[in-house]
């Protein structure tokens, strides 16, 4: 009975010894802040390129998935919006998750040392951020 109670016990202590630390995040390129430099513009036949904005949106991704919007927001590609919000992000799904009036889920790419945000459209849509110092 000693050796069976044993083989419950020995898995168990393996399993309750691991921890989940949330703070870790699998893409250490991510964490740091980000600013606009450029959209994405398609006339909707998929010929889109992207061409350079001139932002001050800026993007602060924190470790446990916390994603600090600065000088704009993410419900709408527009370049002419101000505020700021609190975001949250998942590494293990690529996507950013935004409260707006109808919530928007932006799934995400670090690529050649950008940061690509793409949105939902129908026509291609997409943000290119570089990141800061």
Do not use: H
Not at 22 to 45: C, E, F, H, M, Y
């Amino acid at each position: 009975m000693k050796k069976l109670a044993l083989l419950f016990l020995i898995p168990l202590l393996c399993v309750s010894a691991c921890s989940n630390d949330d703070d870790t995040i699998s893409n250490p390129d991510l964490l740091g802040k980000w600013r606009l430099v450029a959209q994405l513009v398609d006339p909707g036949d998929g010929s889109g390129t992207f061409e350079s904005v001139n932002s001050d949106l800026e993007l602060a991704f924190l470790a446990a998935g916390v994603l600090q919007v600065s000088n704009g927001n993410l419900c709408s590609l527009a370049l002419d919006t101000e505020g700021n919000s609190t975001e949250s992000y998942s590494v293990d799904e690529n996507t950013i998750s935004v409260a707006c009036t109808n919530p928007v889920t932006i799934s995400f790419e670090i690529k050649e040392g950008s940061l690509f945000l793409y949105y939902a459209c129908i026509e291609g849509c997409a943000q290119r951020y570089q990141k800061l110092p």
